[in-house]
């Protein structure tokens, strides 16, 4: 949409809101099961929210969802990169088991650009195919990432609903070598990003999270008069790189352009949690959230968040690409302000979702804990922890495995050489010797173990020749043997690209006349340089 055409339909969902939201009843129905909605933000770190001690203090909404919920200071993603991280969120299993990494290098974080042949496999059962068990209504609101080619998207893996992108919104781009992202309304394209959807790469402003809100609002209003409990997966990209606000939001932060998504987020959850507030389903409606991966600091500082005071950020396996920012929040149940510092990670929202709602866990290996007796545990700032270990992989490659505060390194590695000298670098201002490095280093034998809780910046590797060591050491390894002799990983999806693959002709795309002539189909196994 043009910015125009974009104002108007915000402008006319409002009013027709409006209009409807005056004939509500006070009284909501009574669902015999929650309501679940899950925001996912894209590259947000775990330093960006006030709560955490950013100091420009400009996520007033987030910090009174903490004030009011649960804080989790140690909870972690799947992965640290943005489509393995959403394929183990639907389906509760680290990327290695459900099939999102490659095996064309050793350690290669892979993700789904246009090009990609695979997507999320037909053998793995997804979060809300399994709440239908309960008769939830299901929508995704945003960026989906776990395949663009028609098996692959949302309504074809229990999804009732969607608005948003297949893909990430790169761009923009000439048509005859590579099509701008389409953006659907349930399964087919209604324009792409850059043309009915504008993003402008010089100003940053784009209305497309004013979008995503508008949705969210509209399918909660509707579910709320229905009897049938709904699952929301809200997932705005804004915060990734090229990042962007709308024009309200442009130029307010003292944080530059990032810091304005970081706001406009923040005042959209805002306006979800008064949302249901109103609707008087706050109560009977679960929310968390939290984020796809760290800040991708290689892009910053301009287009990037902060990890606090972790090492690194996104792609990498340090605590900076894989530590996120999570509160869960719902009055009457979760006590406020409350700290839980379980080892909790997204694939826990898998299992923890299922129990809530009732619903039995499928006959195959999960990843993810039930955290519900952390949730509603009613002792604020519980510390009866559930003593598990967190998992970091990185491609095929198991990394690094945290076991209370400890955490070892298995393998180390940021990006290349020829990366860094290029001007990428996965860890600007932080480099530790020894540690990130820049071929990857194998440390299997001896691995690196840091103290988390004295040493959360991983700067200073606990001697081998102490005691504490060698404790620790009995301890985490036969965690990681009893890990490596059950892992069964799945076929690798991540490994074929095709120009043919790329979105030239999405369903939809006759009645917009936005059809594109792609080439013959050419794959390749793709090249992941980090």
Not at 30 to 54: C, E, H, R, Y
Not at 330 to 335: A, D, F, L, Y
Not at 464 to 484: D, G
Request: aromatic content about 10%; charged content about 15%; hydrophobic content about 35%.
């Amino acid at each position: 949409m043009t910015r125009a055409a974009m104002d108007t339909f915000i402008k006319s969902f409002t009013i027709i809101s409006f209009l409807t939201y005056g004939c509500v009843s006070a009284t909501p129905v009574k669902a015999s099961t929650p309501n679940i909605i899950i925001m996912l933000m894209d590259d947000m770190g775990w330093g960006d929210l006030g709560v955490f001690g950013q100091p420009s203090k400009e996520t007033p909404n987030l910090d009174k969802m903490a004030a009011q919920g649960m804080l989790f200071p140690n909870f972690y993603t799947a992965n640290p990169l943005c489509s393995p991280s959403r394929a183990s969120l639907l389906t509760g299993r680290l990327p290695v088991r459900n099939g999102f990494y490659t095996t064309n290098g050793h350690a290669r974080n892979a993700y789904t650009p246009q090009e990609m042949v695979g997507g999320i496999s037909s053998d793995e059962i997804l979060l809300p195919r399994l709440l239908k068990k309960k008769g939830y209504v299901s929508k995704i609101v945003g960026k989906w990432h776990l395949g663009h080619r028609p098996k692959f998207l949302p309504l074809e893996h229990g999804f009732d609903q969607w608005f948003g992108a297949p893909n990430c919104h790169f761009g923009p781009y000439n048509s005859s070598k590579r099509p701008n992202v389409p953006v659907y309304n349930n399964s087919e394209m209604v324009g792409r990003y850059y043309e009915e959807f504008q993003i402008n790469r010089k100003t940053g402003e784009s209305n497309l999270t004013q979008l995503y809100l508008q949705e969210a609002l509209g399918f909660i209003h509707q579910q709320s008069l229905s009897s049938k409990p709904f699952f929301l997966y809200w997932a705005p990209d804004s915060t990734h790189s090229p990042v962007y606000a709308s024009q309200r939001f442009l130029g307010r932060s003292r944080r530059g352009r990032y810091g304005d998504a970081v706001m406009e987020i923040d005042d959209s959850v805002g306006q979800i949690l008064s949302w249901l507030s109103t609707l008087g389903i706050e109560q009977n409606t679960f929310v968390f959230f939290t984020s796809d991966n760290g800040a991708a600091v290689m892009s910053g500082p301009n287009e990037s968040g902060s990890n606090g005071p972790f090492l690194c950020g996104k792609e990498t396996t340090f605590e900076g690409g894989m530590r996120e920012p999570a509160v869960a929040w719902w009055p009457g149940h979760i006590p406020g302000a409350s700290v839980s510092f379980q080892l909790s990670s997204l694939m826990d929202l898998f299992s923890t979702s299922l129990s809530l709602a009732g619903v039995s866990p499928p006959n195959r290996t999960l990843d993810g804990l039930d955290l519900t007796p952390v949730l509603l545990n009613s002792h604020p700032n519980n510390t009866s922890l559930t003593d598990r270990p967190i998992f970091y992989y990185r491609g095929n490659q198991l990394m690094a495995v945290r076991l209370g505060p400890y955490k070892a390194h298995y393998w180390t590695w940021s990006n290349s050489l020829e990366e860094f000298e290029s001007g990428i670098n996965f860890c600007p201002g932080q480099e530790v010797p020894g540690v990130t490095t820049h071929v990857q280093k194998e440390h299997t034998m001896q691995p690196l173990i840091f103290h988390l809780g004295r040493d959360p910046g991983e700067k200073y590797p606990i001697s081998v020749l102490s005691m504490e060591y060698q404790t620790v050491l009995r301890r985490i390894a036969p965690v990681v043997k009893q890990h490596l002799d059950s892992l069964v990983p799945a076929a690798p999806q991540l490994n074929m690209c095709d120009l043919a693959a790329m979105n030239w002709a999405p369903a939809g795309c006759e009645k917009l006349g936005k059809c594109l002539k792609g080439p013959e189909s050419l794959p390749w196994k793709c090249e992941w340089p980090h």
